[in-house]
């Protein structure tokens, strides 16, 4: 089979789409939770996200609903615990992270009949992607970049240094919320893609291979975004010709990006 | 009557049961030049972050432009440089004049936008600091004396008319340094920009400053500098060698500023 007949299925299309938008939007705001030295709160998130879906498949509601508020209020709770309890942001997020898989697996196990559901949760199923999901990752993904766009200068400020961003009149408490809801929003739509376990990846990885590259910050966010994008496209494609799991393979190829523009780097440097 | 720049009175500040600082009460006008100055742990620091609203005192009040730090909205007028970017990260990728736009974010509405106009003034901070030619290179290439000067770029390019400075010279070299507090110095005199600068080089600041306020976690002597050499403080704090090696270098500086 081809380029051409695989792109004739509907449902490669809507994963292409879907796929690009929320690669984008997870590269964005990657490019910010990486240089604020906050990266794992999207993996932290991404396990109450599993706390999330097992609520609502417990509930019988649709999992996406239930995530999202949990894991909204459980940013919410990372920020608190940080500044009241005095702890590290990786503490922080350690607690609420574990305590999302532990209420997560306690539901699945009183439930006992839903474990089937939360599997393509926990590894994704963009290739069973609706056109109704379809419609929502793009209004939301756009909808999260352009509240990215309204707060570059701050977020770019508070990620260079928060104590000077402050003192220059930015409301650093705001924004910080603001960056956790947005990453909490992000982690829920990226599940889909490529499941709750690897979501970090899509906010680490196409990061990571800009800045090994890039010269300036606007630059950098988009070849993560481009990274991003490509390492979907094609993770799509190898996954379905290879028949292999394909967040699982999208992940890899944003690795083996990783790797290739880290040896560049290295090797032009010499 | 004009408002005090910056005003405190009687602040206490405790980390955990500590005394940090303790009676704390002085008043700065607009045109002052105020080195501060003491002992590694004086807490010096800890005084201008309580300026600035970024700690709050456990008592006392303070007023910055006749209003409390946490109610105050005009971050315009105040520049800051911090003693060291704690989360600075050696490969943050933003160029020279993206970093150096930050400090224009207090004169923004929202959303706030990088303007050509702004572009003039960035340039012109950058050529201020003699860092023109560097606008466009990433500030993790840089060496630690242009990084600091690409950070006072920041502090400076809204042209506010509070600059508060934590050890802003200790990355630079000695032409640098000079020429840095000579820029401090037009600033002053021909902006009447207020500036506090927390210094161990008190003999550079001697130089330049209008007054010297000496912090032993409470105000030691706050002045002008021929007082402070007049004064005991001076021997008991630094050493009778030190005190004459400083008062007498200072006395050597023709043009000194102490004398205003």
Known sequence: MDIVDLLSHGFIQRALIAGSFIAILCATLGTFLVLRRFSLIGDGLAHVTFGGVAVGLFLQVYPMYAAIPIVMLSSLGILKLVEKARMYGDAAIGIVSSLGIACGILLASAAGGFNIDLFSYLFGSILAISRAEVVASIILSLLLIGVIWLFYHELLAISFDEESAKATGVRTKGINTLLVLLTSLTVVLAMRLVGIMLISALLILPPVSALQVTRGFRMTIITASFVGVVSVILGIFVSFAADLPTGATIVILNFLFFLGVFVYGKLSHR | ?260
């Open chain 2, 1 to 260: 009557m004009s408002v005090d720049v910056l005003s405190a009175e009687g602040l206490l500040f405790r980390h955990n049961s500590t005394e940090v600082l303790k009676d704390i009460s002085f008043r700065l006008q607009a045109g002052d030049y105020v080195g501060i100055v003491g002992p590694n742990g004086s807490g010096k620091t800890t005084l201008i972050k309580l300026f600035l609203g970024l700690l709050q005192p456990n008592e006392g009040t303070i007023s910055l432009f006749g209003v409390q730090p946490s109610a105050f909205r005009e971050w315009r007028k105040v520049g800051y440089l911090p003693q060291r970017i704690t989360s600075f990260n050696p490969h943050f990728p933003a160029a020279v004049r993206e970093i150096v736009a930050l400090g224009l974010l207090s004169t923004k509405g929202f959303p706030k936008r990088v303007t050509r106009d702004d572009d003039r003034a960035i340039d012109k901070a950058l050529i201020l600091l003699d860092i023109l030619d560097i606008k466009n290179d990433l500030i993790g290439e840089l060496s630690g004396g242009q990084q600091q000067r690409v950070l006072i770029a920041k502090a400076i390019v809204s042209e506010p008319e509070l600059l508060i400075l934590d050890e802003p010279t200790t990355a630079l070299d000695p032409d640098a340094r000079e020429k840095f507090f000579g820029t401090l110095q037009s600033l002053n005199e021909m902006q009447r920009v207020t500036i506090i600068i927390i210094t161990h080089d008190i003999g550079s600041i001697g130089k330049y400053a209008s007054r010297l306020l000496y912090l032993d976690k409470r105000i030691v002597f706050y002045g002008g500098f021929d007082a402070f050499c007049a004064s005991g403080d001076m021997a008991n704090y630094f050493g009778e060698h030190s005190q004459h090696i400083i008062c007498h270098r200072h006395d050597s500086q023709p043009g000194s500023l102490i004398d205003r």
